[in-house]
Nanobody, 115 residues
Framework: IQLVQSGAEVRTPGTSVKVSCKASGYTFTSYFINWLRQAPGQGFEWMGRIDPEDGKAKYAETFQGRVAFTADTSTNTVYVELTRVTFNDTAVYYC?????????WGQGTQVTVSS
C-alpha cells in the first residue's frame, strides 16, 4: 500500500506546475486524497481534497481559482495543478489518504519557483 509522487519541479513565476500521486495496494476509489504543502520553515498547509470515485474536489479558500485536482481511475493517479505560481509557492507538496489524521502519505514533491 503506497502513494508515489512525481519528481521535483522547477518553475518560473507565472507558469503552472502539475504533480502526480499514484496509488497502489488498495481500492483507489474508497478514500479521499488530500493535497498539502509545506513551505520552508513552515507548517503543513491543506490545499484541498478530491474524491477519486466521482472526481469531486473541495479546495481551500486560499487556493480557489488557482488549483485543480483531477483523478484518473484507469491509472489510480491523482493530480494537482497549480497555476500562476509565485515564489511563495515554493514548497514540498504531499498527497495523503483519507481524513485527518491521514493514514498514508506520498513521499513529497519539491516544487521550486525561481527566476
Amino acid at each position: 500500500i503506497q502513494l508515489v509522487q512525481s519528481g521535483a519541479e522547477v518553475r518560473t513565476p507565472g507558469t503552472s506546475v502539475k504533480v502526480s500521486c499514484k496509488a497502489s495496494g488498495y481500492t483507489f476509489t474508497s478514500y479521499f486524497i488530500n493535497w498539502l504543502r509545506q513551505a520552508p520553515g513552515q507548517g503543513f498547509e491543506w490545499m484541498g481534497r478530491i474524491d477519486p470515485e466521482d472526481g469531486k474536489a473541495k479546495y481551500a479558500e486560499t487556493f480557489q481559482g488557482r488549483v485543480a485536482f483531477t483523478a484518473d481511475t484507469s491509472t489510480n493517479t491523482v493530480y494537482v495543478e497549480l497555476t500562476r505560481v509565485t515564489f511563495n509557492d515554493t514548497a514540498v507538496y504531499y498527497c495523503a489518504r483519507g481524513g485527518n489524521p491521514y493514514d498514508l502519505w506520498g513521499q513529497g514533491t519539491q516544487v521550486t519557483v525561481s527566476s
